[in-house]
């Protein structure tokens, strides 16, 4: 069985949908390697956490190119799937909505190195690992990618923007590889992300009702899993109908 074992890539495995995901694929029976800025927490309840993750600010594109050859080494030439989930949602002052008008030019850089390059570098830099398994990548886009939010920033909305057209292009040049590529775009999930008056949306929502990280995990598992092996270039949305 080890030796069919298949591996998993994820960034932002910290908290919220990450860790939703890290837990579903574990109980797959996936390896999981685990890329965040904080160091591996004990606490975490996979096994071989400790020795699968890798410690790497997505912000720094010399740490992310670094970080390529790490997770190199610890895949041994195969990887069956990338998940891009990591991303950053600066506010400003009591949590205000970072707009295009306040927003200073060294915070549009850190959003779009976290949200955006880094899974483009990522996946470029593993392509032949990905080709190898005729694996799949996940972008993690957001609600606030399509449509002006209350709560979400201007450079966090329009980097998502970013990774739902850049996961098309994504589509288009990986799909001649065997590998696939999709995004999906949450809604409102009950996560520390979560701002106050979040409460007034979900009223308003088809479901009424928060979306649960495990709800969205399971979407991921699905992209990567044989069950999707025709879909490739799209967005599912995971947000009870908030589109509608």
């Not at 949200?115 to 996946?123: E, G, K, M, R, Y």
Request: proline residues 4%.
């Amino acid at each position: 069985m080890a030796g069919t074992q298949k591996t998993l890539l994820l960034t932002g495995a910290s908290r919220g949908i990450g860790h939703a995901t890290v837990k579903r694929f574990s109980a797959e029976g996936w390896r999981v390697l685990t890329c965040s800025r904080m160091a591996f927490d004990d606490r975490c309840p996979w096994p071989g956490g400790a020795d699968n993750h890798i410690q790497v600010d997505l912000a720094d594109p010399k740490q992310t190119i670094r970080a390529i050859e790490e997770v190199r080494e610890k895949v041994g030439g195969s990887l069956d799937a990338l998940v891009n989930n990591a991303g950053v949602s600066p506010k400003g002052e009591d949590g205000a909505r970072l707009n295009t008008l306040d927003t200073d030019l060294r915070t549009w850089g850190h959003v779009f190195h976290v949200n955006f390059f880094s899974s483009v570098i990522l996946a470029r830099g593993l392509k032949d690992e990905l080709a190898k398994a005729k694996g799949a990548v996940v972008n993690v886009t957001s609600i606030a990618g399509a449509r002006v939010h209350p709560f979400a920033g201007a450079a966090y909305s329009t980097s998502k923007a970013a990774l739902s057209a850049l996961t098309r292009e994504m589509a288009h040049d990986f799909g001649p590889l065997g590998v696939r590529v999709n995004a999906i775009a949450p809604g409102e999930v009950e996560t520390s992300i979560l701002s106050p008056g979040t409460d007034k949306i979900v009223d308003g929502l088809p479901l009424r009702r928060l979306g649960q990280p495990s709800e969205v995990a399971d979407v991921i598992w699905f992209l990567c899993s044989g069950q999707s092996s025709y879909v490739t270039g799209t967005e599912i949305e995971v947000n009870a109908g908030q589109h509608v």
